[in-house]
T-cell receptor
């Protein structure tokens, strides 16, 4: 069953602006992961954040995790046209045998 | 050097046919997966193998049969293809099965059943 749900479904921003998307999930998790999918391509792993972590950074990406609210956010700073893609959160939970369960994604369009 | 490679990239076939998709990873990972992505981009796990052993078998019609000849390969055979099988199928791998590692995905196989 689908565990994570991203919000918004779609986001359009100007190059140089920041993009923020959120993910909510239903059950306790072991970790939460964010992936990027460019059109017609496979998914690329961006960041993994464990349940005992609150924030992680990777380059222009910042991920937060609030286990009390069962939510996570992905912030892309100083966006570029190449950031145009769909972004998915995925959760791994012991209750689900650690199967990585994906949300439906946020489609981000960065306008030049 | 593609880390997870799938073939073919595109597959167009008629209803009722049998087809196979192949996947290979050169990362030395222990675990491999098949995911199905529908037209709304929703990804659903189908199967997972850990060191050639089937560990996840979701509610998938038994027309779908995975095979892992060794831990670097995971193939998917589909019998009696139906229109509803049209989707993009992704192979992925991870270091271990406990969900503590990120997955590396192949570029997908777009299956169209006509």
């Amino acid at each position: 069953s689908q565990q994570g749900e991203e919000d918004p479904q779609a986001l359009s921003i100007q190059e140089g602006e920041n993009a923020t998307m959120n993910c909510s999930y239903k059950t306790s998790i072991n970790n939460l992961q964010w992936y990027r999918q460019n059109s017609g391509r496979g998914l690329v792993h961006l960041i993994l954040i464990r349940s005992n972590e609150r924030e992680k950074h990777s380059g222009r990406l910042r991920v937060t995790l609030d286990t009390s609210k069962k939510s996570s956010s992905l912030l892309i700073t100083a966006s570029r046209a190449a950031d145009t893609a769909s972004y998915f959160c995925a959760t791994a939970a012991r209750s689900n045998d650690y199967k990585l369960s994906f949300g439906a994604g946020t489609t981000v369009t960065v306008r030049a | 050097d593609t880390a997870v490679s799938q073939t073919p990239k595109y597959l167009v076939t008629q209803m009722g046919n049998d087809k196979s998709i192949k996947c290979e990873q050169n990362l030395g990972h222990d675990t491999m997966y098949w995911y199905k992505q529908d037209s709304k981009k929703f990804l659903k796990i189908m199967f997972s193998y850990n060191n050639k052993e089937l560990i996840i078998n979701e509610t998938v019609p038994n027309r779908f049969s995975p095979k892992s000849p060794d831990k670097a390969h995971l193939n998917l055979h589909i019998n009696s293809l139906e229109l509803g099988d049209s989707a993009v199928y992704f192979c992925a791998s991870s270091q271990a099965a406990q969900g503590s590692y990120g997955y590396t995905f192949g570029s997908g196989t777009r299956l169209t059943v006509v």
